[in-house]
């Protein structure tokens, strides 16, 4: 258990909807990351927070959004789904550094577009 | 274009053995960082090593080594006395510095089966 925690597990929905992904982070981590990880794009970057601010961002679609919380909690907010969204929706969270930032991953949220 | 790639799709090795997973990387940055994750079946990905593009040593971990060969971009990742827990995929990724965003990249991934 790596001690960060995304729900749900799994999700399914239909094409066009709006979902939203939950991370929280390991006790006293202010760094979240979102990774989506798909079959025919492999794992990709998505959106790195720091303490509340965004400080780098990857192969994320207009469609996706993100924000970290004061509480340090995190959410990616997928809208307007497509067949393609399906994927494992990684979240990780770290102390923060650079390079060096040691990640702990959650288990992933599994989701399914219809 | 940061890049980076694993050219070994599957692998396998003998238990005990060590067995080598290559990766190759490519940037502009002068300061990065290399990264190698392990995925097993059950799905969660798990740091394992991480060498630094100043590090004049190469980094281990355990069983774990990374053989870093600056001039080549190769990061190879060296795993001695092989265990059938090892058998899961393989990931080398790359943090970019600020001239990239200081995005991670990550390779397509290298499925390593040890066979009892």
């Known amino acids: 258990d790596s001690g960060v925690t995304q729900t749900p597990k799994h999700l399914i929905t239909a094409t066009g909807q709006r979902v939203t992904l939950r991370c929280s982070p390991r006790?006293?981590?202010?760094?979240v990351y979102w990774y989506q990880q798909s079959l025919d794009q492999g794992l990709q970057f998505l959106i790195h927070?720091?303490?509340?601010?965004?400080?780098a961002k990857g192969n994320i679609l207009e469609r996706f959004s993100a924000q970290q919380f004061p509480d340090l909690h995190s959410e990616l907010n997928l809208s307007s789904l497509e067949l393609g969204d399906s994927a494992l929706y990684f979240c990780?969270?770290?102390?923060?550094?650079?390079?060096?930032?040691?990640?702990?991953f959650g288990p992933g949220t599994r989701l399914t577009v219809l | 274009a940061q890049k980076i790639t694993q050219t070994q799709p599957g692998m396998f090795v003998q238990e005990k053995e060590a067995v080598t997973l290559d990766c190759t990387y490519d940037?502009?940055?002068?300061?990065?960082?290399l990264f190698w994750y392990k995925q097993p079946s059950s799905g969660e990905m798990i740091f394992l090593i991480y060498?630094?593009?100043?590090?004049?040593q190469n980094a281990t971990e355990g069983r774990y080594s990374l053989n870093f060969q600056k001039a080549r971009k190769s990061a190879n990742l060296v795993i001695s006395a092989s265990q059938l827990g090892d058998s899961a995929m393989y990931f080398c990724?790359?943090?970019?510095?600020?001239?990239?965003?200081?995005?991670?990249?990550f390779g397509t991934g290298t499925s390593l089966t040890v066979i009892p």
């Open positions: 060498q630094g593009s100043y590090d004049e």
């Open positions: 990724a790359m943090r970019g510095g600020s001239g990239t965003g200081n995005q991670f990249y």
């Open positions: 990780a969270s770290s102390a923060g550094g650079w390079p060096f930032d040691e990640q702990f």
């Open positions: 927070y720091y303490n509340g601010e965004e400080r």
């Open positions: 006790s006293g981590d202010l760094s």
């Open positions: 940037t502009s940055d002068q300061s990065y960082g």
